[in-house]
């Protein structure tokens, strides 16, 4: 049973295209986030979702939008993609957003933009 | 701005050698922090770190913290080929949930 999955796990697309990412978890936990993985195996956090709500919320262009309808659920959309949106995005979850407990994480989504 | 510096960035050794990896950081209001591994997927959680001078252990592999130096080391002993990965160190804030990565050690164990 995967604890953190994300779909798809790949995705090519062309610049200026809309794409989704979407992230489930069946750990129970109350803490999601989305991370960015750059080609230099740098990662980088996005935003956070407690219960729901929007916890963190990074430097991030505001071309991408999470959406949590439930706490199990995070997904990620990005508009008008960019080359420089390239990257592997990793969903993880935590039981709190306190920083009791480690994250989990999903096996990534890795997002080419040609 | 919260950072972690890893090093050494990459490292090859034989099969049996004792590798450590190192980790310095600099956080507001420390909590936490956190080893990871990374193969091909998914990094997968192996300590967290909280205290000075406790030592961590699971198997050939341990961490332990220095709080007031602002370090962390991983060490692996007896290294396998599956120990090939990239190992990501992690601080926590105590504001907030968020774990800021450093850019990890490229472990390679040939035989």
């Known amino acids: 049973d995967t604890a953190v999955s994300q779909t798809p796990k790949y995705l090519v697309t062309q610049m200026g295209n809309d794409k989704s990412i979407k992230c489930e978890q069946n750990l129970g936990h109350d803490t999601m986030y989305w991370y960015k993985q750059d080609s230099k195996k740098f990662l980088k956090i996005m935003f956070s979702?407690?219960?729901?709500?929007?916890?963190i919320n990074e430097t991030v262009p505001n071309r991408f939008s999470p959406k949590s309808p439930d706490k199990a659920h995070l997904n990620l959309h990005i508009n008008s993609l960019e080359l420089g949106d390239s990257a592997v995005y990793f969903c993880?979850?935590?039981?709190?957003?306190?920083?009791?407990?480690?994250?989990?994480f999903g096996n990534g989504t890795r997002l080419t933009v040609t | 701005e919260d950072k972690v510096v890893q090093s050494p960035l990459s490292l090859v050794v034989h099969e049996g050698d004792t590798v450590t990896l190192n980790c310095s950081y600099e956080?507001?209001?420390?909590?936490?922090l956190l080893w990871y591994k990374q193969e091909k997927k998914a990094p997968t959680f192996l300590f967290m770190l909280?205290?000075?001078?406790i030592e961590k252990k699971s198997g050939r592999l341990s961490s332990i913290l220095d709080k007031k130096e602002l370090f962390s080391i991983l060490n692996i002993t007896a290294t396998q080929t599956g120990d090939s990965a990239i190992y990501l160190c992690?601080?926590?804030?105590?504001?907030?949930?968020?774990?800021?990565f450093g850019t990890g050690t490229r472990l390679q164990v040939t035989l």
């Open positions: 993880a979850s935590s039981q709190d957003f306190v920083g009791s407990s480690p994250l989990h």
């Open positions: 909280t205290s000075s001078g």
């Open positions: 992690a601080v926590r804030p105590g504001t907030a949930s968020k774990l800021t």
């Open positions: 979702y407690n219960n729901k709500e929007l916890i």
């Open positions: 956080v507001t209001n420390f909590r936490s």
